[in-house]
């Protein structure tokens, strides 16, 4: 499905009235239209003149109250009037499979006409709900509108993800959100998934709200919606931290847990061991008693015996079924401990791979709009021992233009390869890395990186078309040749040190090996000159 998100407005105005009265509008009931798989998606919003303006915070606050019944009880099955503004929550922690989801209603009186006035009650439920930042509610807002739109009607889609407590409120007259405004009262059912009902980081399922079909809606439109999915990447980004953290503290459970396992076990070794010499001593006595029926003390020594025997089983059993419920509590927490990192695994990929895809289309949109590279010069400013930053200044009067977002530039180098400029950059600690980076002329942001992590004290050479810097692999640190896309066209088969120069001569290039040990590469195939 391609579709193209973006509002249709047609005059500035003030922010848009929600109560106002008949007169000033008559909504028609009526399909004004229809919007296939192929067409393009267009928010109508109501331009013209209001009764009553409300300010943006009687706006947040329809949202606020909605928020503030879940919040204060987690099991409340709906809040809001019908007939307005009203969520059904719809959470059944008895089912496993599917989603959970609140259900955005608007009643056939609300009076919401503007998408970014529906987005502000949205992003203002969230964060009284969920305890979502208001940034970060802004943003979930924004993709929540634009996947109830794609999926307008698509009730063989929610049936897929949602659990039957969703569902079973959902029609396919009503089930997302239609294009225009006059066709919202009565007629919409907003869908936001749960991914953790609990509340937090990590409530709303962002990776259901941010699927393809929804990024190529935003991708569609002037700007791509490059900075709302930037947003989105770094929640998501956050959302794999927490998870990852989740993940260890269960792996510590799971280790504890293995732990109790293997010591009721033991247990459970001993006690059996005791009950079978019971038993034994047992099954002894009772022969003697047998033999000697006359014998008082045997008598007694087989009725004692039996008895210590009868003990001594019934404790092997109780500690033979707690060392099963323990063993049975360790797998659960194993299995809850790889679940969680798997999680965060997927979360963290996801992530990543949603900035490369909008790094490739800020290149386009800098290959759109960018400016002639009249009267620019590029360079670096040093912002202290380690790190410097790209600046664009105007050749004539030396002065800076402007200054890179990017901070972490390495080795007081920026080359110029094709369009951009090549640089080492990056930090170490967390999720973060150092690499080979790509910046472009206009705004100077990343626009690619390679995929080989680089030495933090790495030099950056070129020679012609090539690009030379230390890169690690499998062995360890090794020089890297790339090409002015960042693609890694060769690899030293000898490590290197890491903060090895590197000069590059018409005999070959000359490098420092972990040795300390000047080495000779040829430069065809970077190979030791033997």
């Known amino acids: 499905m391609s579709k193209r998100l973006f509002s249709a407005v047609f005059a500035a105005l003030l922010v848009c009235a929600l109560p106002f009265s008949a007169a000033a509008l008559e909504v028609d009931q009526q399909e004004l239209e229809s919007v296939?798989?192929?067409?393009?998606?267009?928010?109508?919003?109501?331009?013209?003149?209001?009764?009553?303006?409300?300010?943006?915070?009687?706006?947040?606050?329809?949202?606020?109250?909605?928020?503030?019944?879940?919040?204060?009880?987690?099991?409340?099955?709906?809040a809001g009037l019908s007939s307005r503004?009203?969520?059904?929550?719809?959470?059944?922690?008895?089912?496993?499979?599917?989603?959970?989801?609140?259900?955005?209603?608007?009643?056939?009186?609300?009076?919401?006409?503007?998408?970014?006035?529906?987005?502000?009650?949205?992003?203002?439920?969230?964060?009284?709900?969920?305890?979502?930042?208001?940034?970060?509610?802004?943003?979930?807002?924004?993709?929540?509108?634009?996947?109830?739109?794609?999926?307008?009607?698509?009730?063989?889609?929610?049936?897929?993800?949602?659990?039957?407590?969703?569902t079973k409120h959902l029609s396919a007259e009503k089930a997302g959100l239609?294009?225009?405004?006059?066709?919202?009262?009565?007629?919409?059912?907003?869908?936001?998934?749960?991914?953790?009902?609990?509340?937090?980081l990590g409530t709303v399922d962002t990776t259901i709200i941010s699927d393809k079909q929804v990024v190529q809606s935003m991708r569609e439109e002037e700007d791509k919606g490059v900075d709302v999915r930037k947003d989105m990447v770094d929640i998501k980004e956050r959302e794999a931290d927490a998870a990852a953290e989740q993940a260890a503290d269960a792996q510590k459970q799971a280790a504890q847990a293995a732990v109790k396992q293997k010591e009721e076990e033991q247990k459970q070794t001993q006690a059996v061991k005791e009950a079978e010499t019971a038993q034994k001593q047992a099954e002894?006595?009772?022969?003697?008693?047998?033999?000697?029926?006359?014998?008082?003390?045997?008598?007694?020594?087989?009725?004692?015996?039996?008895?210590?025997?009868?003990?001594?089983?019934?404790?092997?059993?109780?500690?033979?079924?707690?060392?099963?419920?323990?063993?049975?509590?360790?797998?659960?927490?194993?299995?809850?401990?790889?679940?969680?990192?798997?999680?965060?695994?997927?979360?963290?990929?996801?992530?990543r791979t949603d900035r490369t895809e909008i790094a490739k289309d800020q290149q386009q949109l800098i290959a759109e709009t960018a400016e002639p590279p009249v009267n620019a010069a590029y360079g670096?400013?040093?912002?202290?021992?380690?790190?410097?930053?790209?600046?664009?200044?105007?050749?004539?009067?030396?002065?800076?233009?402007?200054?890179?977002?990017?901070?972490?530039?390495?080795g007081r180098t920026l080359l110029p390869a094709g369009e951009n400029y090549m640089a080492v950059a990056g930090q170490t600690g967390g999720n973060a890395a150092v690499k080979l980076v790509l910046l472009d002329t206009v705004n100077m942001e990343i626009v690619a990186e390679s995929k080989e992590q680089a030495a933090e004290k790495s030099v950056l050479i070129r020679d012609g078309n090539d690009f030379y810097a230390v890169v690690q692999d499998q062995t360890g640190w090794i020089v890297g040749k790339y090409d002015a896309a960042l693609s890694l066209t060769l690899k030293s088969k000898i490590t290197v040190h890491p903060a090895t120069?590197?000069?590059?001569?018409?005999?070959?290039?000359?490098?420092?090996?972990?040795a300390g040990n000047a080495k000779l590469l040829k430069k065809t195939d970077l190979t030791e000159v033997k």
């Open 501 to 514: 120069p590197i000069v590059v001569t018409d005999a070959g290039i000359c490098v420092t090996d972990t």
């Open 284 to 351: 002894t006595a009772q022969k003697e008693a047998a033999a000697n029926p006359d014998d008082a003390q045997a008598q007694q020594r087989a009725a004692e015996t039996a008895a210590e025997a009868e003990t001594k089983r019934q404790a092997a059993e109780a500690q033979t079924a707690k060392a099963e419920e323990q063993k049975q509590i360790a797998e659960e927490k194993r299995t809850t401990a790889a679940e969680q990192q798997a999680a965060a695994d997927k979360k963290r990929e996801e992530a």
């Open 36 to 78: 296939s798989a192929a067409d393009t998606i267009v928010f109508v919003n109501y331009t013209g003149p209001h009764a009553v303006i409300d300010s943006v915070d009687q706006i947040k606050g329809i949202g606020s109250s909605l928020g503030n019944v879940i919040a204060s009880d987690p099991a409340a099955a709906e």
């Open 85 to 166: 503004y009203y969520v059904i929550h719809a959470v059944d922690p008895n089912i496993a499979a599917g989603l959970d989801a609140d259900i955005l209603i608007l009643g056939e009186n609300a009076t919401v006409d503007h998408i970014r006035n529906l987005r502000r009650i949205i992003a203002a439920y969230l964060s009284s709900a969920y305890g979502y930042t208001e940034k970060d509610a802004e943003t979930l807002a924004v993709f929540i509108t634009v996947y109830n739109a794609v999926y307008r009607g698509d009730t063989a889609s929610f049936s897929a993800k949602y659990k039957p407590a969703v």
């Open 178 to 200: 239609a294009l225009n405004y006059q066709d919202w009262p009565g007629k919409s059912q907003i869908v936001i998934p749960l991914a953790n009902p609990a509340g937090g």
């Open 380 to 410: 670096l400013k040093m912002l202290d021992d380690t790190f410097s930053v790209m600046v664009k200044l105007n050749a004539a009067t030396g002065q800076v233009i402007r200054q890179s977002p990017v901070t972490v530039v390495r």
